[in-house]
């Protein structure tokens, strides 16, 4: 009897101490070691335009493939994909401007899941107003957040297709919240160039829009991402694996339930999410343009040579790069069958 119970408790404290060591692999029946996964998150505050991310972190997506996700904010887009390059994180989410610039100093950054296929930012006409179409905004004043923003380069391009260039319009920086909403009031400006979760806000407010965008980036554009430097993608390999694959479970559920997870992402951030009702809109609006193309075939983080062409040619025309790096710098698709390999069966 003092044998068998020695027996029973030894078994005991070796499973606790596999659980505390994080070696429980949730359920997988095999073990699995927790590892943690920074990640720059290229906005100072988490917003819902990127809902999905902070409700798979509340709902335990992540965890449940072994990661233990860190979310660090940074200044802009910019700044995270300088995080990625100096190996100070291990991802970066948001736009990928950055990644073709570095990639042109032979810092080997790639994408290697995208979740956007649109441009986020479109032209704002005023509904009743003077111009009623791109052409008509020849000599006319365009509102946008600061004169630096990353909106004036697909502004430029939109400004191409219809023959048009951008010394054809004058920019007004009109910031961002209450100052936008009196320069379009006060029709200081003829039309607005922002992006889509910032319209809903401004038409929550009584302005109404018609928005336009290019119909070329429409079809395809490499709008929003995952992106690693080429020493994480190597060396972490499993890492990169499960948290994409929690990443896709937490696209995948927030897709199905956009009320669960605006609800989940008020969780994790209370003091952000006031407003459910509002902060639902904006993960819908966001919703549209991160819509699988038909070519995907329900594969999620779905990318090919032209998302990332036409992302060239917008900064090209832009003057942020001076040249084109090759296409198959800028992306690899190595890692999409192990981010779908996640049971989306039973989403909560």
């Not at 995080?83 to 080997?108: I, K, M, R």
């Not at 479109?122 to 791109?134: A, D, E, M, P």
């Not at 025309?317 to 090759?326: A, N, Q």
Request: hydrophobic fraction near 45%; glycine fraction near 10%.
């Amino acid at each position: 009897m003092k044998r068998m119970y020695f027996c029973a408790t030894m078994v005991g404290l070796i499973a606790v101490t596999l659980l505390i060591s994080g070696w429980a692999s949730p359920g997988s029946g095999q073990e699995q070691k927790v590892e943690k996964v920074v990640l720059a998150y290229s906005v100072p505050v988490p917003g819902s335009d990127s809902t999905f991310l902070f409700a798979g972190k509340q709902l335990g997506f992540f965890k449940e493939q072994g990661i233990d996700l860190q979310i660090q904010t940074t200044q802009g887009a910019v700044a995270a994909a300088g995080f990625v390059a100096s190996g100070t994180v291990d991802v970066a989410f948001g736009t990928v401007e950055a990644v073709p610039g570095y990639v042109l100093q032979g810092v080997p950054v790639k994408v290697i899941y995208l979740y956007a296929y649109r441009p986020i930012f479109s032209l704002g006409l005023f509904k009743g107003g003077r111009i009623q179409k791109v052409g008509d905004v020849k000599g006319k004043k365009i509102g946008v957040s600061t004169l630096g923003s990353a909106a004036i380069p697909v502004l430029q391009y939109i400004l191409k297709e219809a023959g048009l260039a951008l010394s054809d319009v004058t920019l007004v920086p009109v910031g961002v919240g209450p100052a936008a909403v009196v320069a379009m009031k006060s029709g200081a400006v003829d039309a607005v160039m922002f992006w889509d979760t910032a319209y809903v806000n401004y038409m929550g407010q009584g302005i109404e829009l018609s928005l336009v965008s290019s119909p070329k980036l429409q079809q395809a554009y490499a709008g929003l991402a995952i992106y690693a430097q080429e020493r994480i993608i190597t060396g972490r390999r499993k890492a990169l694996e499960g948290f994409l694959r929690g990443l896709t479970k937490s696209l995948a559920y927030s897709t199905k339930s956009p009320a669960g997870a605006t609800r989940a992402f008020g969780e994790l951030h209370p003091e952000i999410a006031k407003n459910p009702k509002l902060e639902q809109a904006m993960w819908e609006e966001r919703l549209k343009i991160q819509v699988l193309p038909p070519a995907a075939r329900g594969q999620w983080g779905y990318m090919d040579s032209v998302h990332f062409e036409n992302l060239l040619e917008v900064l090209h025309l832009g003057g942020l790069i001076k040249e084109k790096p090759p296409v198959e710098k800028l992306y690899t698709t190595e890692f999409l069958k192990a981010a779908n390999e996640v049971d989306l069966s039973r989403l909560p």
